[in-house]
């Protein structure tokens, strides 16, 4: 007779509320300008935990979007066709503002709240996340331009506020609420965009016609798009609808959508402009810096999502080794598995303390320190971050032994998701040279940071003697682009330690400067390496509540 349920396969880990088990993002917030967002994110926690909200993101990415280019009459459509889970996952987040709520509503802490809340949401699916990112990012910089454009006024920013999601074709005026993109890819270079080849022409009424394409361009089923392209004395930027104020199709060709390892819920387009409708938003050879205002936003939630992906991983992970027990001991209690299980949670507590600590740089009360150090703390944070969550993802996978392999449980697709985080805004070492970039511009960042390190100096020697190394590091870096990544990963790495020094448990600061600050520190080194000072019972009993 077959036992059921079969012994020492765990039981399901669904059912929890995602923020009441995460001790150290609750103590986060707790302690911080957002708590006043404590009952939203508890909500948010429970909804996301809950089997439903798995079984949604499970569908919608088993189930990827389908692109119609044309009705059955022949008519050119350029439709982009989605699970209902999708538009389920995008009612939900939309609902608790994720695209807009530090817009919608500024008070302090508004960002360092929408980043829990985006934390949260990126521990259970990501393709939903990438309009969602896009839009919020966008705000801004539409806003900075609506007092001489009616139609931003009138028409966009009002349904970029708007938390009711609104998936139909139909002009901007007619929506509850709107959606945005972003098209700075082209075939012949992504990361150099001063080679874009797309060509803008000024049109009647302030209006400009685009024509060229875009070799990426994520959710084309977006109300608009901001887009680069040439404008004659150098690069403009764009807004490009998708449906045209009389309720006509804008110029936008979609030929097909990209067969992508992760992020396979969310449509990413190859796309051709053929004298596509749009309006300037700013000079026409503003566009590059007018995109970054965007892209620093993105990066953000680059960060943000790959901290959330981490602890994802590792809750899965933590709550298998828990129950299962592998030669008369849970997996849990073999000192190595703790190891592993410790140095994960070390890595994930580190990544959502350096998100959140750069989300508090675009608080409307922000000291003046965190903007200028995020200069050069924003790239390096999305260099390190994102790389991580691909080393931790695939070391949760193997927690969970050969069931973690197995598409049943959510760490394949965490695994597939890792790595566009690191690729997109700004691959690797694009990010890591920004440092060095953003040094020669803007000096001042350096001694921005050094003060803000300074906080949490005097409490661990490796940290004392890793920031002091890292000042005349990050005074070279622009004359040494080899040696880029190494000093992304110190400063991020420095941030992270300093956010655990003044916020964690001397347990878990300890730990994580020893392991990653120390001389003697593996660097490289796979998780699991933690030195044998550290307290892996202490750490693993907070990381899952
Ligand atoms: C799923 C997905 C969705 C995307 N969605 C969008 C979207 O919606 N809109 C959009 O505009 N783009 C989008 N992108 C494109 C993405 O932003 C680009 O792929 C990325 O910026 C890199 O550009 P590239 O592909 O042209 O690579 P390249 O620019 O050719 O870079 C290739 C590699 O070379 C490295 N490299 C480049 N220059 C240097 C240098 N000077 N020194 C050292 N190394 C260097 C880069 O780090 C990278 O590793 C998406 C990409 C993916 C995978």
Redesign the pocket.
């Given at each position: 007779m077959i036992p059921t349920p079969f012994p020492n396969q765990p039981p399901p880990f669904e059912g929890h509320n995602l923020f009441a088990i995460d001790a150290a993002l609750r103590s986060t917030v707790e302690r911080s300008a957002c708590a006043w967002a404590i009952p939203q994110l508890a909500a948010w926690g429970a909804v996301l935990g809950l089997p439903e909200t798995y079984a949604l993101a499970d569908a919608a990415n088993r189930r990827p979007p389908s692109l119609h280019t044309h009705d059955r009459r022949g008519n050119r459509i350029d439709e982009v066709a989605f699970d209902p889970a999708w538009h389920e996952l995008m009612r939900l987040a939309m609902a608790e503002g994720e695209h807009c709520a530090p817009w919608l509503a500024p008070q302090p802490g508004a960002q360092a709240a929408r980043a829990a809340m985006y934390y949260l949401h990126a521990q259970v699916e990501n393709g939903t996340q990438?309009p969602l990112t896009?839009t919020c990012a966008s705000v801004p910089v539409l806003r900075r331009h609506a007092t001489s454009a009616p139609q931003l006024r009138e028409w966009w920013l009002p349904r970029l506020l708007a938390t009711g999601y609104d998936p139909r074709a139909l002009p901007v005026s007619e929506k509850r609420s709107a959606l945005i993109?972003?098209?700075?890819?082209?075939r012949q270079?992504?990361?150099?965009v001063r080679a874009n080849i797309t060509q803008a022409t000024p049109d009647a009424d302030g209006a400009w016609r685009i024509t060229g394409h875009?070799?990426?361009?994520?959710?084309p089923q977006c109300d608009a798009h901001v887009v680069l392209a040439q404008a004659g004395g150098g690069i403009g930027c764009f807004l490009m609808p998708r449906i045209l104020p009389d309720g006509t199709r804008n110029a936008i060709r979609i030929n097909r959508l990209?067969d992508?390892l992760g992020?396979r819920s969310?449509a990413?387009a190859e796309v051709e402009f053929d004298r596509a409708l749009a309006w300037s938003l700013d000079a026409p050879d503003r566009g590059i810096a007018t995109i970054l205002e965007m892209v620093r936003y993105t990066r953000l939630d680059c960060v943000i999502g790959s901290a959330g992906i981490m602890r994802g991983a590792l809750a899965w992970a933590l709550h298998h080794a828990r129950h299962r027990v592998a030669f008369g001991r849970r997996l849990i209690e073999h000192p190595l598995m703790a190891n592993v299980l410790a140095d994960l949670a070390l890595e994930s507590e580190a990544a959502m303390l350096l998100a959140l600590h750069l989300a508090r740089a675009w608080e409307i009360d922000a000291n003046e320190l965190l903007p200028t150090a995020a200069r050069i703390v924003a790239p390096a944070a999305k260099y390190w971050v994102c790389k991580r969550a691909i080393a931790a993802t695939a070391e949760a996978m193997e927690v969970l032994g050969g069931n973690g392999y197995i598409e049943e449980n959510p760490l394949p697709r965490l695994y597939r998701e890792a790595p566009?985080n690191s690729?997109?805004?700004?691959?690797?070492?694009?990010v890591a040279?920004d440092v060095g970039r953003a040094v020669r511009k803007q000096p001042e960042a350096i001694e921005a940071l050094m003060a803000d390190l300074d906080l949490a100096r005097g409490a661990n020697a490796h940290f004392d003697r890793h920031v002091a190394a890292l000042d005349p590091a990050l005074r070279r870096a622009p004359d040494e682009?080899a040696a880029a990544r190494r000093v992304a990963q110190a400063l991020a790495c420095a941030v992270g330690a300093a956010a655990m020094i003044r916020q964690a448990p001397p347990f878990v600061a300890d730990a994580y400067c020893e392991s990653r600050l120390a001389e003697s520190a593996f660097s490289g080194a796979a998780l699991g390496t933690l030195p044998a000072a550290a307290d892996t019972r202490q750490i693993l009993a907070r990381a899952l509540a």
């Open positions: 990438c896009m993109g972003m098209g700075m890819t082209e270079g992504g990361s150099d875009k070799w990426f361009f994520s959710a990209k992508k992020n969310n990413s566009v690729i997109w805004e700004g691959a690797g070492n694009i040279l682009p």
